[in-house]
């Protein structure tokens, strides 16, 4: 899996011909912006039609519960909160202690809970999703111990905080859409096609054997 500053630098490359420096018009924190931009649009798509996001996108973030609700950073809006794989939680009070998956129900469904369908003991912890903040409740009081982990896909992959750095950490996108990511950044923001040689057999759609051409000097028939 490539990691965001080798899919970053690729593009610098391509739109500076292959001599991308730091004077370049276009800085590397654009581009990176541009990446997350671009990657949230592609994943959108690929999950329009009902599709499981691949595992590739997913990523853990590890926050404290609050009387107020934990902010939970942005994730991406699929529909039925389908971006949210699970949460759950790790008591303080055992140091061997493993995190016990909560089910997620809807804030202003919460107070029905004990009459849903589904078996919920009176004193299961449920967490919620309200503005952006997860509660965790046991009966009618919140939660405020213990470690909460989200795993989720997340707008900004480098604001979670299993997030390492942009050189060691692979970019949460599967590895099929770095093409296509690249390519739709080149085509969408510099105006530059994609254009592959085709040497054989062994040929790949891949964005490191690609030539950038300028869109606007494209002459076809």
Same mark, same amino acid.
């Given at each position: 899996? %490539?990691?965001?500053?080798?899919?970053?630098?690729?593009?610098?490359?391509?739109?500076?011909?292959?001599?991308?420096?730091?004077?370049?018009?276009?800085?590397?924190?654009?581009?990176?912006?541009?990446?997350?931009?671009?990657? %949230?649009?592609?994943?959108?798509?690929?999950?329009?039609?009902?599709?499981?996001?691949?595992?590739?996108?997913?990523?853990?973030?590890?926050?404290?519960?609050?009387?107020?609700?934990?902010?939970?950073?942005?994730?991406?809006?699929?529909?039925?909160?389908? %971006?949210?794989?699970?949460?759950?939680?790790?008591?303080?009070? %055992?140091?061997?202690?493993?995190?016990?998956?909560?089910?997620?129900?809807?804030?202003?469904?919460?107070?029905?809970?004990?009459? @849903?369908?589904?078996?919920?003991?009176?004193?299961?912890?449920?967490?919620?999703? @309200?503005?952006?903040?997860?509660?965790?409740?046991?009966?009618?009081?919140?939660?405020?111990?213990?470690?909460?982990?989200?795993?989720?896909?997340?707008?900004?992959?480098?604001?979670?905080? @299993?997030?390492?750095?942009?050189?060691?950490?692979?970019?949460?996108?599967?590895?099929?859409?770095?093409?296509?990511?690249?390519?739709?950044?080149?085509?969408?923001?510099?105006?530059?096609?994609?254009?592959?040689?085709?040497?054989?057999?062994?040929?790949?759609?891949?964005?490191?054997?690609?030539?950038?051409?300028?869109?606007?000097?494209?002459?076809?028939?």
């Amino acid at each position: 899996m %490539a990691t965001l500053n080798e899919i970053a630098y690729n593009i610098k490359n391509i739109i500076s011909g292959g001599v991308a420096s730091d004077d370049s018009d276009i800085s590397t924190r654009q581009i990176k912006f541009m990446i997350h931009n671009h990657r %949230a649009n592609l994943l959108m798509q690929y999950t329009d039609n009902g599709r499981k996001s691949s595992n590739a996108c997913f990523q853990v973030d590890t926050i404290l519960p609050l009387p107020s609700g934990a902010h939970l950073k942005d994730v991406l809006g699929f529909n039925d909160n389908r %971006a949210i794989r699970s949460i759950a939680l790790k008591e303080d009070s %055992a140091v061997d202690s493993e995190y016990s998956v909560l089910p997620i129900v809807q804030h202003h469904d919460r107070m029905f809970v004990n009459q @849903s369908r589904f078996v919920f003991k009176s004193n299961s912890r449920i967490a919620t999703l @309200s503005d952006r903040k997860v509660y965790v409740w046991e009966g009618d009081s919140v939660v405020t111990s213990g470690t909460l982990e989200i795993n989720a896909v997340f707008a900004n992959p480098t604001l979670v905080s @299993s997030y390492q750095s942009d050189d060691t950490t692979s970019y949460p996108i599967p590895e099929e859409l770095i093409s296509v990511l690249v390519k739709q950044i080149l085509s969408q923001e510099f105006n530059v096609l994609m254009s592959v040689p085709s040497n054989g057999p062994n040929n790949q759609s891949d964005e490191k054997n690609a030539i950038a051409k300028p869109a606007n000097n494209e002459n076809k028939a």
